[in-house]
Structure formats: structure tokens, C-alpha cells
């Protein structure tokens, strides 16, 4: 009798997704573009169901076979975006990625930084890793360095760990702050967040009335940013790859305990 796992089955477009051959988008329009067969057959539905483990996809007559997973890290410069592509124009991170002049496999950011946000991005083709990452409730701390226009002291510090409604009626908080070094007129503080909402830390501290100058993410989970160049990208390395998942299996056991 057939296990359970080679009989489930998936769209087609998300099995080329899962397979590390594109995004889900990009598989629908090559879908719809009568450029995919499932078992000799062209499909057009993006739905149709496939079984992963035993169904054959070819692609412009290529046969697509399950793709080495990979695991990337980039210190994400400001003023790039994380789509695929913008339409206004504006450098992306596959453009850095192009720039690195390596032969790389599809892969998809895990989670956004806006464009003004920089620092620590994870890309990876393993889209059930990347999920789990991204998702809020996982609560895989992450960790920022943020410069803001005015010195901190121990009630601005406070009211971010307490949390704060923002304009758009979103309870807001930190997991931590602390003011790392002050200046004159601005200062540094370092803040985690267990969560990660959209622009979560500048609507934060908008709603405080603070200005956000500078945010670098600088950690995920076990993982840091160090001296890795803005603008580069290199592979995890099996060690770090094995602390973040030992840092998942923790999160869930933890979370199944309560």
C-alpha cells in the first residue's frame, strides 16, 4: 500500500515552487503559457494536483528534479527592495545577487526588509524553512541597531518594551531595548522583536514620536550579521543552518508545553 507521503498531493505551480524551480507567481505564468507538461501531458491550470514524489515535470522540455537546497545570507543595502522585480524602476536583491556573478539556483527572500532597512536577509530555495522563519508565530527573535533623532533614556527604553498603539490601531511592543551609544543630538539602541510586523520598529517608534535615521537588522535567532560587507551575500555554513533549526525545535517544543 502506498505511504501516505508519496500519495499527497500539491498545485502545480507550488510543487515547482517546493522543487526550487521558481516562485509560485512565476509557475502559474509558465503554467498558463502551455510551457509546463505533468506526465507528457502541456498543463494550464495552475491547481492542477501533482504528486511530488512520483509525478514527472518537465519545463520547456526540461525535466525538473528536486534541486539542492540552499541557504544564503546577504547584508541587504538600503534603497534595495525584496521583490523579484519593481516596477518603478528600483535595484532589487536579485540584482545584488547577479552582481556576486554566481550560477545560483532560484530563491526567495525569507520574511522583508523594507527599502529603507538593511542589514541582515536570509534567501533560501527551501520554502517550508523559509516559512516557518518568517512566520510571527514562531517567534524567532530578530534584532535591529537603530539610529533615532533624539538620546534615549530609560522611559523611551521602557515604553518600547511595554509596547504602544500605533496610528493604524496595532498593539506594538519589543521583546528588549537597549541603548547601545549616544551622541549629541541622536543615538543607537538595539531592540528584538519576537514578532515582526510590517515596518513593525518605525511604526513603533512613530507612534512614541521618535525618528527612525538608521535601522540594520543585525541578528536572526542564532544567527548574526559580523563583518559580512553591504552589498554581499555568502552560504550559511552547516553550523549555523543546524542552530537556527535547533532554535525552531526549541520555539515549538516551547510552545507546545504551554
Given at each position: 500500500?502506498?505511504?501516505?507521503?508519496?500519495?499527497?498531493?500539491?498545485?502545480?505551480?507550488?510543487?515547482?515552487?517546493?522543487?526550487?524551480?521558481?516562485?509560485?507567481?512565476?509557475?502559474?505564468?509558465?503554467?498558463?503559457?502551455?510551457?509546463?507538461?505533468?506526465?507528457?501531458?502541456?498543463?494550464?491550470?495552475?491547481?492542477?494536483?501533482?504528486?511530488?514524489?512520483?509525478?514527472?515535470?518537465?519545463?520547456?522540455?526540461?525535466?525538473?528534479?528536486?534541486?539542492?537546497?540552499?541557504?544564503?545570507m546577504?547584508?541587504?543595502?538600503?534603497?534595495?527592495?525584496?521583490?523579484?522585480?519593481?516596477?518603478?524602476?528600483?535595484?532589487?536583491?536579485?540584482?545584488?545577487?547577479?552582481?556576486?556573478?554566481?550560477?545560483?539556483?532560484?530563491?526567495?527572500?525569507?520574511?522583508?526588509?523594507?527599502?529603507?532597512s538593511?542589514?541582515?536577509?536570509?534567501?533560501?530555495?527551501?520554502?517550508?524553512?523559509?516559512?516557518?522563519?518568517?512566520?510571527?508565530?514562531?517567534?524567532?527573535?530578530?534584532?535591529?541597531?537603530?539610529?533615532?533623532?533624539?538620546?534615549?533614556?530609560?522611559i523611551?527604553?521602557?515604553?518600547?518594551?511595554?509596547?504602544?498603539?500605533?496610528?493604524?490601531?496595532?498593539?506594538?511592543?519589543?521583546?528588549?531595548?537597549?541603548?547601545?551609544?549616544?551622541?549629541?543630538?541622536n543615538?543607537?539602541?538595539?531592540?528584538?522583536?519576537?514578532?515582526?510586523?510590517?515596518?513593525?520598529?518605525?511604526?513603533?517608534?512613530a507612534?512614541?514620536?521618535?525618528?527612525?535615521?538608521?535601522?540594520?537588522?543585525?541578528?536572526?535567532?542564532?544567527?548574526?550579521?559580523?563583518?559580512?560587507?553591504?552589498?554581499?551575500?555568502?552560504?550559511?555554513?552547516?553550523?549555523?543552518?543546524?542552530?537556527?533549526?535547533?532554535?525552531?525545535?526549541?520555539?515549538?517544543?516551547?510552545?507546545?508545553?504551554?
Amino acid at each position: 500500500m502506498p505511504s501516505k507521503a508519496t500519495t499527497r498531493k500539491i498545485g502545480l505551480a507550488r510543487a515547482l515552487s517546493k522543487l526550487g524551480y521558481c516562485s509560485r507567481s512565476q509557475a502559474a505564468q509558465l503554467i498558463r503559457a502551455s510551457r509546463v507538461r505533468l506526465n507528457g501531458d502541456v498543463r494550464r491550470d495552475p491547481e492542477t494536483p501533482v504528486r511530488l514524489e512520483q509525478d514527472r515535470i518537465v519545463v520547456d522540455g526540461h525535466a525538473i528534479d528536486p534541486r539542492q537546497k540552499i541557504y544564503l545570507m546577504m547584508n541587504k543595502p538600503r534603497g534595495v527592495v525584496t521583490t523579484a522585480s519593481d516596477e518603478k524602476g528600483r535595484e532589487t536583491v536579485y540584482g545584488v545577487l547577479e552582481k556576486g556573478g554566481e550560477l545560483l539556483p532560484w530563491v526567495a527572500p525569507v520574511g522583508r526588509l523594507d527599502k529603507a532597512s538593511e542589514g541582515l536577509l536570509l534567501l533560501t530555495n527551501d520554502s517550508e524553512w523559509g516559512a516557518r522563519i518568517a512566520a510571527p508565530e514562531t517567534h524567532l527573535e530578530k534584532t535591529y541597531h537603530v539610529q533615532i533623532g533624539m538620546v534615549a533614556d530609560e522611559i523611551l527604553t521602557r515604553a518600547i518594551e511595554t509596547g504602544v498603539t500605533s496610528e493604524d490601531g496595532d498593539f506594538l511592543r519589543a521583546t528588549r531595548a537597549r541603548l547601545l551609544r549616544a551622541g549629541e543630538k541622536n543615538c543607537w539602541l538595539e531592540i528584538t522583536l519576537d514578532e515582526g510586523k510590517n515596518r513593525h520598529i518605525r511604526r513603533m517608534l512613530a507612534a512614541l514620536g521618535v525618528e527612525v535615521l538608521r535601522l540594520v537588522r543585525v541578528a536572526i535567532g542564532p544567527l548574526q550579521l559580523g563583518t559580512l560587507p553591504k552589498g554581499a551575500y555568502r552560504p550559511l555554513t552547516p553550523q549555523e543552518k543546524l542552530a537556527v533549526d535547533r532554535g525552531l525545535e526549541n520555539l515549538s517544543a516551547t510552545k507546545g508545553t504551554k
